[in-house]
């Protein structure tokens, strides 16, 4: 069985302070992972995605994250946050079988303080 | 560039009544997806359907019925609405094998 969680359900960070969404999944095949952004009121935009290769992904809007197999984990950082990042983050998980289902975390709301 | 759209934006609907959701891509996606996104539960899926003329239940599929019209077309249809179906709506494509997913912009449902 596959699952997402989401550490955190509501985070707080200062303009220009670290951001870090922490994600951890369970898969019982080698996992596609990707984080997606979602603005009030809007769908759902790819940050980035991990398939295979480089376990460091770089993503848009100065995001990126670390698959790490070994901890089973693939957290989101930013080094400085920006106000227009405020929005609710998902991690998701695809197992990758054949007409691919989507695995969703619950979510993290990012909060940006000036 | 229109991606994924759904109409309507918003419904809403009496207990009981009938409606259907569309969704139409036009990235020729094998792949659709329903999912509703209701508060601190996050994306759970619906219904999905893998290519043309299959389609499979998801994590919550009572009280919804899908029909894959065509490789562009995926609609979900509530027979007989309840006030646990209020919630907002996405519609997913995305190509076969291990690719993200694209979504639409959603279709916010109340059902009083």
């Known amino acids: 069985a596959q699952s997402v969680t989401q550490l955190g359900s509501h985070v707080s960070v200062s303009e220009g302070a670290l951001v870090l969404l922490r994600c951890n999944y369970s898969s019982s095949v080698p996992p596609y992972l990707f984080w997606y952004v979602q603005y009030p009121n809007q769908g759902l935009q790819l940050l980035l995605k991990?398939?295979?290769?480089?376990?460091l992904v770089k993503g848009i809007n100065g995001f990126e994250a670390e698959f790490k197999k070994s901890e089973t984990s693939f957290h989101l950082t930013k080094p400085s946050a920006h106000m227009s990042d405020a929005a609710e983050y998902f991690c998701?998980?695809?197992?990758?079988?054949?007409?691919?289902?989507?695995?969703f975390g619950t979510g993290t709301s990012l909060t940006v303080i000036p | 560039n229109a991606g994924v759209t759904q109409t309507p934006k918003f419904q809403v609907l009496k207990t009981g009544q009938s409606m259907t959701l569309q969704c139409a891509q036009d990235m020729n996606h094998n792949s659709m997806y329903w999912y509703r996104q209701d508060p601190g539960m996050g994306l759970r899926l619906i219904y999905y359907s893998a290519s043309e003329g299959t389609t499979d239940k998801g994590e919550v599929p009572n009280g919804y019925n899908v029909s894959r019209l065509n490789k562009r077309e995926f609609s979900l249809r509530l027979e007989s609405a309840a006030p646990s179906q209020t919630s907002v709506y996405f519609c997913?494509?995305?190509?076969?094998?291990?690719?993200?997913?694209?979504f639409g912009q959603g279709t916010r449902l109340t059902v009083v």
């Open positions: 991990y398939t295979t290769g480089a376990t």
């Open positions: 998701a998980v695809s197992p990758g079988q054949t007409g691919n289902q989507f695995y």
């Open positions: 997913a494509s995305s190509r076969l094998g291990r690719t993200e997913a694209f």
